[in-house]
Structure formats: structure tokens, C-alpha cells
């Protein structure tokens, strides 16, 4: 055979002419196998070419990694010995609690190899129901702070343990000795162990005194109750059964008391779609807080007032028969019989029918319905809400079976002025502070500031640095709760489990410990001590057929343990402890409240909750004084003016900020800001108001007569969402006209269901839609459920790496939420409505982010996920640009770096990101991803499992940390999910719809439990 | 009665200078040494130009975190330079290759400095496509299209990406169009030097051109054939750089008028920019007779001419916001006009609409102080209509929550007196180092050079 071209013979070689066979099987195969012969470095040739490349790459693997030291380098090595329980890339859990402000909350804590990396709710907790608040999502990030204390300290000199011990048992037994006070200074102790060691102390050193306080406390409930009916017990309240509420002056949603609880119970009556039925909640305040931008109804008024306010409405009550006089004691009716609601309303400017409507639900839910006060309320208010509870019959939803335990009462300022004398006289022979923060929590008119600054025997027993560390000689640094022991009781009939999930990051100990081991012990270990506890006070009790080992761990694996309950029961008020209460409105009223983010000032350090936004301001990083519209015009004030308060010679600076609906000559200001010697984060963020604060009653939050002043200074207050006049008929109601907000009263719900869907149109498209053929991931949000509390937001900063930016960077508009809450106003500013709605990204069908990515970094998924994929983009910032709903967030710096107020590059920080999540780098875009994490796990197991995936089991972090249940996440295209419910629903409906981009998370309409007229 | 000839066209060229006069009078500039006034132009300039690079390496190195850009308004100087020089670049082609294709031969003595002007205009827009990504190391390889193992493709349904193609093809078209425009001018200067080095470089540039016949069809042949090459483009870059607006969904954005308004407002700058630049070079290198008052003056029309179809722009797009009946496109209008930037629009709208009206008198027209200062309101007047498009309607959509202003800070300040900087520091280098009108083609209108049908 030879080539042909054209008839030409052409031929290579004589073989080749002569048509040799072994050639032309050669020819076949153009590429023929083992054309490479074997590989044998010994029978080359010396300089053969294979040779000389063997060589050359085995000497530079050698070069490059033989040469190299990579045993110092501390790179990841694996386990040689893999650690029970510890499968690297799978995520172990570890039940633990969370306590703070005689609250505590069950806790799973998410390990990855050993290192905390998120806190959930533990589901086992009776109370909580694995929901936690924001706060304790972020604490995980406290575990990580760099600016901890790392080791024992004295007079600012690096010491060792052994060696400040010695000291300051020489000290204690000094003192003990001459009969000088040890004074202790703690916070609410929750843990019954914690409190047997420091009875313990005090019975080795008997001149012991401890003082316990609380700065944000709700003494004067407890006091109340206390008088009226002698029991450790305050009930809890049974929000999920009250057809009628009346919030005075309370935040029970927002900042009062297990809000996490409150939440969960109240949004329960909120469950349209399941029930068709609504409670309804009347909110009268001076603030403007969460719970009153949830009323259905909402008043306002100045808190000094509501005293009267319940007297006028009991006589209401009494006129309209809803109670019987004659079951109220002659003294208070004589108090009463001159107040009317008429006359309240003509005071007040209150709407007069509204009030009279409160009155007769009163009256048509008798025994359904409950009058709460707030904590900053007197006890004179309290006893006489309790009594009007008791006349209505609310009893009932009292929860003893569940109440709240006191542990310990709160020191009086009596007491306080006590220890100031003493020390002043030289009788206090030392002080230590146990993991609490004296100086800054108590009142400065005290002089605590002296006296920690003179004495040369102040001892401090503290996690991170504070105002007391900074005036201690001796300071031992604490364990972070997540390496601690503990056990915390806090609730009637059970207690929860504290563990360490790993071991202490620096030189630091257990604060029961160090107690201890002044005591005598040597190497104590409360590890030890807590289970002897356990076993002689509780197992002992417990019927437990188990011996003790198999019940400790099962203890501790549920973290959850059944205590005895303490079986009280309601008794009937004693109505002599009736007191009437001077209300009488002067100048300005101060009200001084709890914080939403930062705890009372404990978690200042902490960035992820420095920049939560306030949920209803949206203020970051900051607090301020609030002032009513009205009450600004008055004052010539405006945002961010610095106005001076001064309440009797006590003076603070602080911006204002002006809020809609608040009560006029009202000024609410939040304490727990203005740290110093706190860390980078915490030092000067905000301002200090502590110093407002009465050394005469320490549960006294509201001052009237007080003086504001314009100073002049401006101070600009950084939020995420900006403020527009509220007047301003430009963009007035744009929430409504853009059918962003979609919201109805529950008369017009019930008349005609499909009363959202009227005015709709039919969206057609001129383009085929994609198919879905298998899962379809969708959200969906309750907006009769969802408070706006912003816990979702904490959450998912966990999960999602997401950074922290600074406030700075935030006041111009580039913080990095996934998901934020939105809050429109409509009304007036005097008495607005408020909607609030959850955005996240809305995984449109139709993204229009996608078409106009140059790159192809963000594109679709086949079940529905609009992805970004990092590493590919470029940063144009264009998709954010096209995005309707503006949830795309831009990295506008390496926000990892070293920006003064925001986070730290520093490797210990870098511990708390989530592995499963990549750290985006500066200059790309980021978004909500709907946890495609969990959804890659889930999928994972289930094909491991070899099942088709259940169409409700991924869950996003937003939808865990919900307290009220209001995020839905599952498969759209299965029935069987209850997204598709929502989906489906009557009153279903998407932002922005007409858009015609097919977002993914439906919103159901907020119904509104009031009059039409009052909408 | 004064009789006015309408049938004869005016001299383009005034007082008939000899070829031999021309020759030297536009390539004297690059025959002598610069002077001390060059030197303090080129110092202002790079001054200018310093200052934009400090910001540019600030922003390379820190991020776009030190611009104004916040959350809602991605993009803000940035993209408002980009197109603003984009546009700038619309006279020189739209004088060289539509008026050539027309026969204007007005054209002439403006054309070469023009395209000058269009190739140092898209050079300095292109630093902002570039340099407004936040990561540019990588995007300026991910933005091509290049082939690759992942089988990677550039997204092709977006309206940057045949940014960068759009831009890219002008450039190059442009520049070509531009050299080849110059070959006869550079065999010209390479006969008239005596100095070795410029010989060389002039005998290597003018790719050994000898005046010839054929060499001259060629030439017009090659001329015409990118002539009709460039007309298109004219239409289309801008066309294609209002596409990254026209095809977002973002109201105010996303409007059908925008590609002919784009390119009605850049021929509209373009020249305004042309017309301010050429008052300069005809004082300061005595061309006043070969870029004539007259010339200006034409061009001064044109700019009141683009300047009502950019009027009827903004009031077109007013009409259909409300027409329309969709609530946020409207709002987005009513806020350009009345809301935070109100200011910005009626900048916009008085220099661009109000101000070239002075133009329908005819002293206005040839006042050069008068048209200079109402070219450079046109600019102004340019600059802010980007900045209305671009952040305005950014700054409040769909959502009022997510609303918030836009601060430029000092680093945008910066790129925006650096891009003047780069730009004028090329167009003063050009003016030293090539003949800024072209030699050969002036010859051709010189009154006498053509044929002759009048006056046997």
C-alpha cells in the first residue's frame, strides 16, 4: 500500500516501496502503545536525555522540599491519635449554658476539630426551646478576643498564680484575723454551686460580705410580688394563652427579662396562618420600643403617669363592671374614685375611644388577658397591676410550674453606703471582685472610683479588662464560659449544665477555683466539686435507677437536668401593701433602659454586637438620647446635635436621636455604653450614663425633672438605615405604594381572605422560565410573627464569617449584613405604625444580578440558589447595583485588617470562622447564600444514607435562631414543605413582585389585630 | 443689493498661503525646542496627573473603600469619569470619519488634532473600567475572553463585557484611522529634517511613503474604506457604554432612549472639548487662518445642535417617567430634579440645555471668549449629567431602606484632576511631537489647489 496523491506513487523508504509488511503494520498505528520504553535510570547512558530530567526533578523535589524547616512552621498536621468523638470536617456538638443577668439558656456548642465555632439553642432546654438571643450567638467571638486577660496580674506586672495566691491568702487570713470585712462584689449568682462555694468562704472567713448587683435589675417586680405573697417564685407569664395584653412602659419582646421565652410564647398567638387568630397587644410607653412598634395599639406617655394611668383604668374597669368594687379594698377605691379614663385622656391628649376599647377587651377577655409592667416601673406600679391581674382573673396565666427563681436578693444601696463608710474608715480589709464590674455598674455618685484607687487590697476575678481591673492590684484572669464548668438554675424544676468545649486558651482558671484555692484547697478542681454537688443534691433525690456515672453523662450530653419543683401556687394579694405612687410631670423625664445588643455593657467588646443595628432606630455603635419630634422642635434639637442632660447636678453629654412616637418631654437613653479600659473594641464607644444612675434606689430608672440643653456639638451617630423626615410627602408611605409592605387589620382578613390578591396583576413573561426538576430551595417569612428583633442577623454573622466593619464604615453605608431587618413608618410622627421586614437575598429565578456579571462569578444553581462564587469575582459592584432588593454586600476594604474600631488580624480572632465558609477577600461581593453550607450537608447524609432529602430539614441559620419561628426554609418544589404552604398562601406575597424577577422568599402580610380607623 | 454667492463655498483655508508656508508653519512647532510656556503647561499637567496616581496607587493598594461608593451607589466617580471621557472622545472620530464621509471639508484643519484628542480621551477612560474593579489584578485577565482548562467563559450577556469589547475596537479603529492619516505627514517632516534621529524614526513611521500616485489612491482608498469602518462606531461605543446602564432594571436606568441620547451628549462634549483645546493651539502656533473662525463656528452649531437633541433627552425621559405610570420610575425622576441632588441636575440642565441656546446668535457664535466659556459649561454641564444618571438614581431605588447619599471624598477628587492631568499632558506632548493639523490634506483645500468651474 502506498500514499496516493493524485496517481502519483509516493514512497518514503525502499522498504516502504517494497511494500514491507512490518512497515505497514507499523503505519496502522499511528500512535502506538509502549512507545516508552521502561523506565530504568541504572541502564541509561550517562548523559542520556531521560536521565539528565530524572535527575533534574528529582533534585528539585528534594531542593524544594528537603531544604525547607516545615516542622516550625505549625502547619496542620493530623491526628496521630484521633481524639475520641472528633471526626475532622465533621462538626461535633456539646451541651453547655449561657448565663447572664439571672437568666440562663441552654447552648449546643458547635465544634469543628475541637474549636467552638457557633452556639445554638439547645432544644432540649424546657424554656427556651433552642432559641437563644443574639448576645449569646455573638459571645462566641468573646472566646476569641484578643484583648482577654491572659495571665494573673499585680500592680500591673505579669505574676504567677502560685505566687498571688500566697499573697492573697495572707491578705484574706489578715483580714479575717483583725476582723476586717472581705467584701465581694458579684452579679446574680445562677449556679447553686457557685453559691455553696461562696458560702463556703464565707464560713472560713467569717467577716465575708457579699454584695450582689445587677445595674439593669427588676428589683421592683420582685419586691412587689414579695409583698404581696411571701414565695421564692415569680411566675413566668403564659403569653401564648392572653388574648389581650397590655404592655406598660414593659419590653418583654425586646429587652426585658428571657425575651427568648417571651418571644416564643407571644408569637405563638400570632399564628395566622395555622389559626386565623390574633392576640392583641396594647403597648402604652414613653419609649419607643420593640414591643410597642409590635402593638396593635400603641399610647404614648410619659412614664411617670402610668401610675395614673392604672388608677383611672381601674376605675374604668370598675365602671363598666369588668371588676367588682367590692373586692377592692375601701383605701384604694377612695384613691381612685376621682380618676377617670375622660379626664386621663383630656390630660394626656390620649385618644379616649381607643383607651375605652382597652378597657371593654379587658372586660370581654376577663381571665384571658394580662397587664404587664415593665422592670422600670415602681413597685407601687406593679402591686397595682398585680392586683388588677388578680381582679381580671389573669391568674391563669401566671406559670409558677416554670417561674423564675430567686436566687439571691439584690444588695440595697443602704448596704452600699455601708461598705463605703467602712472602707473610708479603714475596716474592709479587702475587696474582690467576682467576675463582675463594681465601678462601672454601680452608681458613680458612690465613690467607688476612690476607694478601689486608694486601697492597696482589691483583688479582681475577671474574664476580659474592665474599670475595675484597671483599679485592682491583683488580677486573676477567668475562664471564658466556654472552657468553664458551672450549673446554673435559674427556673423552677430544672437545671441546666455548663462544660468546658475547650481547653483554656491562656493562663487563666476557673473563678471557683480561685476561691477555692484561698480556701485552703490545694489544686482545687470544681470539675470534682460540681459533681459531688450534683450527686449529693440532686441524683441523691432523683429516683435515678442509673448509677452516678451514667447519669452525670447523660446529664451533660443533654445539658439538661430535672430538678424537684417547688410547688407554689397563687395566693390572693394583700391589699394593704396598696401604696399610692406621687406622679406628677416635671420639665423633662428621664428614662434610662437596658441596651438590645451589648448586655449592661459586659459584651462591649464584642464587634458582631456593637454593630448590630438597634432594631428600632438602627443605630450602630452608639447610644443616644431620644427624643420625641415634638420634643426636639422644642429643645431646637435635631440628630446628632450633643445635648446636655442635667438631672439634679448630674450632668452627661450625649447625642440626640430623634424617634417617632415616642411620649413628649421624654428622653430615653440606654445604658451600658461609654467603657473605658474595656478592650479596642468597647473603650469610648458610645457614652456613659451611668452617672444619671440614683445612690438612693438602685432599681430607679425614670428621674423627672430634668434639663436639656443644646451644647452646640455635633456628634454623628452612624445607622444603617437612613432616617427621612417622616412628614416629608415626597417619599412618604413608599413602603405602601411600592406594595413593599403588605399589611391588613383582621377584620378586613376575615371578611374577605383573598383581600391581598385583588389588586393583582397577571405577570406574564415572554421567555421560557427554567425548570426546577428536583429541589427548588425557597423561604419564607411571617411577618405576623417576626418581631424585627435582629437575632437572625446575629446568627447568621456566626455562620456566615460575616466581618465586622466598624462605625466608621458603617455611617457610610457599607456594613456587611447578610440580612438586615427593614423598618418603615407610615402615620404620623406623633403616633406612627411601624412595619419591619426581614431582606435577605431573595434567590430570584430571574436574577438580575447574574446577566450583568461580566465574569460569571454569580450564577444559578440547579435547585434554585443564586451562588457567588468568590475567587471568580472581580468586584464591579455591578450585580449590586442591579439588585432591586440591595442585599449584595461589596468588600470595600480587606475589612479583616486592622481598622481601629472594627475587627483584628491577629491569629487568635481568626479561630471563630465557620470552616464550611470561605473569608472573602477585599474587593468581591458577598451575599446570603441560604446557608448553602447546611444544604450541602444535609445532601450529603442523606446520599450517605441513601435517601431522598426531606424537604424541611436544611435549616439556615436566620430560621434557628428565630425565637418566634418566623422563617421557613425547604424545598418549593415538594408539597409535603411547609415553604410550599407559605408559598401558596392567601395572604402570600413577594417584594417587588411586578418586577417580574420570581424572587424565592414570600413574605405573609402583617395583620394588624386593630380597628381599621386606627391603621 | 449686497449680492451673496451661495453657490461658491467659503474659503476653508484663509489667504491662500503657498504649500511651501504651510509646510513649515504646522511643522514648525516640532522643529524648534520647546519653550518656557510649554514647560509650565507640561508641569501644570503633570502635577495633575501626580496627583491622580497617588490616588490610583492608594486605591490599588487600600481598596475602593477610600472612594465615596457606599452600599446602594456602587458606582460613582468612577463610572461618571469613564463615560464622561468616553464621550470626550466622540468628536474626533465623528469630525474625521462621518464629516469626511459627508465632504466637509471644514473638516480639515480640525480632524488630525481631534482624533488626537479621541485617542488620548479612550486612553484615559480606560483606566476606569480597569481600576473600578475591586480587584484589578485579576480583571484585567478575567474580562478577556481567553480560552482555558476550565472551559471558563466570560459572562457574554453583559453589558460590561461589550464595554470592553466596544472600547477596545474604537481604540484600536481609531488609532488606525489616526496613523494612517499621518503617514504623508510623517514622509513630509522625514524630507523637511536634518536631524539624524527624527530622520530615522520619521523614515521608519512614514513606512517609506514617496508621494506618489499610487501611493495617493491607495491612500484615499484606505481613508475612505476606514472612514466607513470608524462612522458605525461612533454610534456604538457610546451606544454600547449606555447599555451598562439602559439594561439594569434600576429605574432611571433602565430606559430605551438612552443609546441615542449617549451619543447626542458625547459628540455633544466631544466637540465642546475640541472647541476649547483648538482656541488654545490656533492662538498660541499662529493656525488662526487654517483653523478659521468660521471653523469654529460650525462647530459652535453643532454644539447647539447636539445640545437640543440632549434637551430633548432629559425631557423625554421626563415625559415617559410619568407616562409610563410606574411609581419608582417616576420617583427616580421627580428625585433627579427635586430631591438630595437637585443641585447636580440643574447644573446639568442649565449648561447643557439652557446655556449653548446663546449659540442661535451669530456674534456669540464667533466670539472666542464667549464660545469658550459656554464649551466649557457644555462639560461641566456633561460631567454632572453622568453623575445625575449614575448616582442619583443609585442612591434611591426600589427599596426606600436601603436608600443613602453618596460623599465623594478626596481620593475620587483625586482620579478625577488626575484623568485632566493624563489627558492634557498627552494632548501637550502631542502638540511637540506631531504635526497637530494634517500638512497633506490642508494642502488639498487650500483655495487654488483644487480644480477650478468658477470664473473662466
Known amino acids: 500500500m502506498s500514499n496516493k496523491i493524485g496517481t502519483k506513487n509516493i514512497w518514503k523508504s525502499i522498504k516502504e516501496f517494497e511494500n514491507d509488511p512490518k512497515i505497514l503494520e507499523e503505519k496502522l498505528h499511528e500512535f502506538k502503545s509502549g512507545v516508552t520504553d521502561d523506565f530504568d535510570p541504572e541502564n541509561m547512558s550517562t548523559f542520556s536525555r531521560r536521565k539528565f530530567l530524572a535527575v533534574l526533578a528529582a533534585s528539585t523535589a528534594y531542593v524544594s522540599t528537603a531544604c525547607t524547616n516545615y516542622r516550625d512552621k505549625g502547619e496542620i498536621v493530623p491526628y496521630v491519635k484521633r481524639p475520641e468523638e472528633i471526626l475532622p470536617g465533621k462538626p461535633t456538638y456539646y451541651a453547655s449554658t449561657f448565663s447572664e443577668d439571672a437568666l440562663s439558656y441552654g447552648i449546643l456548642v458547635k465544634t469543628r476539630e475541637g474549636r467552638p465555632i457557633k452556639i445554638e439553642g439547645n432544644p432540649d432546654d424546657p424554656i427556651n426551646k433552642g432559641k437563644i438571643p443574639s448576645r449569646v450567638h455573638a459571645s462566641i467571638l468573646n472566646l476569641y478576643d484578643p484583648d482577654r486577660l491572659q495571665f494573673p496580674i499585680k500592680t500591673k506586672a505579669k505574676t504567677s498564680w502560685q505566687k498571688v495566691n500566697e499573697e492573697i491568702i495572707n491578705l484574706l487570713n489578715e483580714a479575717n484575723s483583725t476582723n476586717k470585712e472581705i467584701s465581694i462584689f458579684t452579679n446574680p449568682i445562677t449556679s447553686p454551686t457557685s453559691q455553696k462555694v461562696l458560702n463556703e468562704f464565707k464560713t472560713k472567713f467569717p467577716s465575708t460580705k457579699i454584695y450582689i448587683t445587677q445595674l439593669v435589675n427588676n428589683n421592683n417586680r420582685i419586691t412587689s410580688w414579695k409583698n404581696s405573697f411571701t414565695q421564692n417564685i415569680i411566675p413566668s407569664i403564659k403569653w401564648d394563652k392572653a388574648k389581650v395584653i397590655v404592655a406598660l412602659e414593659s419590653d418583654f419582646l425586646g429587652k426585658e427579662g428571657n425575651t427568648v421565652e417571651n418571644r416564643i410564647k407571644y408569637s405563638d398567638g400570632r399564628d395566622i396562618v395555622n389559626t386565623k387568630e390574633l392576640n392583641k397587644l396594647y403597648s402604652i410607653e414613653g419609649a419607643m420600643s420593640l414591643t410597642g412598634m409590635n402593638a396593635d395599639v400603641r399610647f404614648r406617655l410619659n412614664p411617670v403617669l402610668q401610675f395614673e394611668f392604672l388608677q383611672s383604668l381601674t376605675n374604668e374597669l370598675v365602671k363598666i363592671g369588668a371588676i367588682n368594687s367590692s373586692e377592692i379594698a375601701e383605701n384604694i377605691i377612695s384613691t381612685i374614685s376621682n380618676l377617670t379614663l375622660e379626664k386621663f385622656a383630656t390630660k394626656t391628649g390620649l385618644n379616649l375611644n381607643k383607651l375605652k376599647s382597652l378597657a371593654q377587651d379587658l372586660k370581654n377577655n376577663k381571665s384571658n388577658s394580662i397587664i404587664y409592667a415593665g422592670d422600670v416601673l415602681s413597685s407601687e406600679v406593679h402591686f397595682l397591676v398585680n392586683l388588677l391581674n388578680e381582679l381580671l382573673g389573669s391568674q391563669n396565666l401566671y406559670d409558677f410550674e416554670n417561674g423564675f427563681i430567686l436566687n439571691s436578693d439584690l444588695t440595697t444601696s443602704d448596704e452600699i453606703k455601708k461598705f463605703v463608710v467602712n472602707s473610708k474608715s479603714g475596716n474592709i480589709g479587702a475587696i474582690i471582685s467576682f467576675d463582675a464590674n463594681p465601678i462601672y455598674e454601680l452608681p458613680e455618685a458612690f465613690g467607688l472610683k476612690e476607694i478601689f484607687g486608694n486601697s492597696k487590697t482589691t483583688i479582681c476575678i475577671s474574664e476580659s479588662p474592665n474599670e475595675t481591673v484597671e483599679l485592682s492590684q491583683y488580677i486573676l484572669p477567668s475562664h471564658n464560659f466556654l472552657e468553664a464548668w458551672g450549673d446554673h438554675q435559674t427556673r423552677n424544676g430544672h437545671l441546666t449544665l455548663q462544660q468546658p468545649v475547650i481547653s483554656p486558651l491562656f493562663d487563666t482558671k476557673q473563678k471557683e477555683e480561685i476561691l477555692l484555692s484561698w480556701m485552703g484547697i490545694e489544686n482545687p478542681n470544681y470539675h470534682e466539686f460540681l459533681m459531688n454537688e450534683l450527686k449529693n443534691n440532686i441524683y441523691a433525690f432523683s429516683n435515678s435507677a442509673a448509677d452516678f456515672n451514667t447519669y452525670w453523662f447523660t446529664a451533660l450530653h443533654d445539658g439538661v437536668l430535672k430538678v424537684a419543683k417547688n410547688s407554689e401556687s397563687y395566693k390572693k394579694l394583700d391589699q394593704s401593701f396598696y401604696k399610692e405612687s406621687k406622679s406628677k410631670t416635671e420639665r423633662i423625664t428621664i428614662l434610662l433602659q437596658n441596651n438590645y445588643t451589648i448586655g449592661t455593657g459586659k459584651y462591649a467588646n464584642n464587634g458582631w454586637l456593637q454593630e448590630l443595628p438597634h432594631p428600632v432606630t438602627k443605630v450602630t455603635w452608639d447610644n443616644f438620647a431620644a427624643l420625641s419630634p415634638a420634643t426636639a422642635e422644642k429643645l431646637n434639637v435635631t440628630y446628632d446635635d450633643v445635648v446636655e442632660i442635667n438631672q439634679n447636678g448630674k450632668k452627661v453629654k450625649l447625642p440626640a436621636f430623634i424617634q417617632p412616637g415616642m411620649a413628649d418631654d421624654t428622653v430615653v437613653v440606654e445604658l451600658g455604653y461609654g467603657r473605658k479600659f474595656s478592650g479596642d473594641v468597647a473603650n469610648d464607644v458610645g457614652f456613659n450614663v451611668n452617672g444619671l444612675l440614683s445612690e438612693k434606689n438602685l432599681s430607679n430608672y425614670i428621674f423627672s425633672g430634668a434639663v436639656i440643653s443644646k451644647t452646640g456639638e455635633i456628634y454623628e451617630l452612624a445607622s444603617t438605615q437612613e432616617h427621612h423626615s417622616l412628614n416629608d410627602e415626597f417619599v412618604k408611605d413608599f413602603h405602601k405604594i411600592r406594595n413593599i409592605i403588605q399589611e391588613g387589620t383582621l377584620e378586613e382578613y376575615k371578611n374577605n381572605p383573598e383581600f391581598l390578591k385583588e389588586h393583582k396583576h397577571e405577570i406574564f413573561s415572554i421567555t421560557q422560565s427554567h425548570e426546577y426538576k428536583n429541589e427548588k430551595w425557597a423561604m419564607s417569612i411571617d411577618l405576623n410573627k417576626c418581631l424585627g428583633c435582629s437575632e437572625c442577623i446575629s446568627s447568621c454573622n456566626v455562620e456566615n464569617n460575616v466581618p465586622v466593619v466598624g462605625k466608621d464604615q458603617v455611617s457610610r453605608g457599607r456594613e456587611m449584613h447578610w440580612i438586615r431587618i427593614d423598618r418603615y413608618y407610615s402615620g404620623t410622627p406623633e403616633e406612627p405604625i411601624i412595619s419591619t421586614q426581614p431582606i435577605l437575598c431573595q434567590h430570584c429565578d430571574n436574577a438580575p444580578c447574574e446577566n450583568v456579571c461580566p465574569v460569571n462569578a454569580t450564577n444559578h444553581s440547579p435547585d434554585g440558589l443564586n451562588q457567588m462564587a468568590y475567587n471568580r469575582c472581580v468586584g464591579t459592584r455591578y450585580c449590586a447595583n442591579n439588585c432591586p432588593y440591595k442585599v449584595r454586600r461589596y468588600n470595600f476594604y480587606n475589612f479583616r485588617d486592622n481598622f481601629a474600631d472594627a475587627h483584628y488580624e491577629n491569629e487568635l480572632s481568626y479561630l471563630v470562622n465557620n470552616p464550611e465558609v470561605t473569608v472573602r477577600s477585599r474587593g468581591v461581593i458577598e451575599k446570603c447564600s441560604f446557608c448553602i453550607q447546611n444544604i450541602m450537608l444535609a445532601r450529603e447524609n442523606a446520599i450517605r444514607e441513601n435517601r431522598s432529602l426531606n424537604p424541611n430539614e436544611v435549616k439556615t441559620a436566620c430560621q434557628t435562631a428565630c425565637p418566634s419561628n418566623a422563617i421557613e426554609f425547604g424545598d418549593a418544589n415538594n408539597k409535603e414543605s411547609f415553604v410550599n404552604k407559605f408559598r401558596e398562601h392567601e395572604l402570600g406575597y413577594y417584594v417587588l413582585e411586578e418586577l417580574n424577577i420570581k424572587p424565592n422568599v414570600t413574605y405573609i402580610a402583617k395583620i394588624r389585630n386593630s380597628h381599621s380607623e386606627d391603621v | ?456
Open chain 2, 1 to 456: 443689493m449686497s449680492s451673496i454667492d451661495f453657490t461658491r463655498e467659503l474659503s476653508v483655508v484663509e489667504g491662500k498661503p503657498p504649500l511651501r508656508v504651510i509646510d513649515e508653519i504646522i511643522s514648525k512647532p516640532l522643529d524648534s525646542k520647546p519653550d518656557k510656556k510649554f514647560y509650565i503647561a507640561l508641569s501644570i499637567t503633570l502635577t495633575m496627573l501626580g496627583i491622580g496616581v497617588v490616588g490610583l496607587g492608594l486605591t490599588f493598594f487600600y481598596g475602593i473603600g477610600l472612594w465615596g461608593n457606599n452600599n446602594p451607589v456602587g458606582w460613582g466617580f468612577d463610572i461618571v469619569n469613564f463615560v464622561f471621557w468616553i464621550g470626550i472622545g466622540h468628536a474626533g472620530t465623528l469630525i474625521s470619519a462621518i464629516l469626511f464621509l459627508f465632504r466637509q471639508k471644514w473638516r480639515t484643519g480640525i480632524a488630525r488634532f481631534a482624533e488626537g484628542m479621541t485617542i488620548f480621551a479612550v486612553m484615559t477612560a480606560a483606566i476606569f473600567p480597569l481600576f473600578h474593579t475591586g480587584r484589578p489584578w485579576v480583571a484585567a485577565v478575567y474580562l478577556l475572553p481567553y480560552p482555558n482548562q476550565h472551559s471558563l467563559w466570560v459572562n457574554f450577556t453583559s453589558p460590561l463585557l461589550w464595554d470592553v469589547f466596544a472600547v477596545s475596537t474604537y481604540f484600536a479603529v481609531s488609532f488606525v484611522f489616526w496613523y494612517i492619516g499621518l503617514i504623508p505627514d510623517f514622509a513630509t517632516l522625514r524630507d523637511r529634517t536634518t536631524n539624524g534621529i527624527k530622520k530615522i524614526i520619521y523614515s521608519l513611521t512614514s513606512l517609506g511613503w514617496r508621494h506618489s500616485n499610487r501611493h495617493w489612491q491607495n491612500y484615499e482608498l484606505t481613508y475612505l474604506i476606514l472612514a466607513g469602518f470608524a462612522t458605525p462606531l461612533v454610534l456604538s461605543v457610546h451606544t454600547i457604554v449606555s447599555f451598562d446602564f439602559a439594561v439594569s432594571i434600576l429605574p432611571g436606568w433602565h430606559t430605551t432612549i438612552f443609546p441615542p441620547y449617549f451619543v447626542a451628549g458625547a459628540v455633544f462634549s466631544g466637540f465642546a472639548m475640541v472647541q476649547n483645546v483648538l482656541i488654545f493651539i490656533r492662538k498660541i502656533f499662529n493656525y488662526e487662518h487654517i483653523i478659521t473662525l468660521d471653523t469654529l463656528e460650525r462647530m459652535n452649531k453643532i454644539i447647539l445642535l447636539t445640545g437640543m437633541m440632549v434637551g430633548y433627552a432629559y425631557s423625554m425621559e421626563f415625559f415617559i417617567a410619568w407616562y409610563s405610570g410606574v411609581q419608582p420610575e417616576f420617583f427616580a425622576f421627580m428625585n433627579r430634579a427635586f430631591g438630595d441632588y437637585y443641585w447636580a441636575y440643574w447644573i446639568m440642565f442649565s449648561c447643557n440645555v439652557f446655556i449653548p441656546q446663546l449659540f442661535w446668535f451669530k456674534k456669540i457664535r464667533r466670539s472666542i471668549p464667549f464660545m469658550f466659556v459656554i464649551a466649557v459649561l457644555v462639560n461641566v454641564g456633561m460631567w454632572f449629567e453622568r453623575f445625575v444618571i449614575t448616582v442619583t438614581s443609585l442612591s434611591k431605588d426600589y427599596l426606600p431602606s436601603s436608600w443613602a447619599y453618596y460623599k465623594p471624598t478626596i481620593t475620587d477628587a483625586s482620579l478625577l484632576i488626575g484623568s485632566f492631568g493624563l489627558f492634557f499632558t498627552l494632548v501637550l506632548l502631542f502638540t511637540k511631537s506631531l504635526p497637530v493639523v494634517s500638512i497633506s490634506e490642508v494642502k488639498a483645500v487650500v483655495d487654488g489647489s483644487q480644480p477650478s468651474h468658477g470664473d473662466h
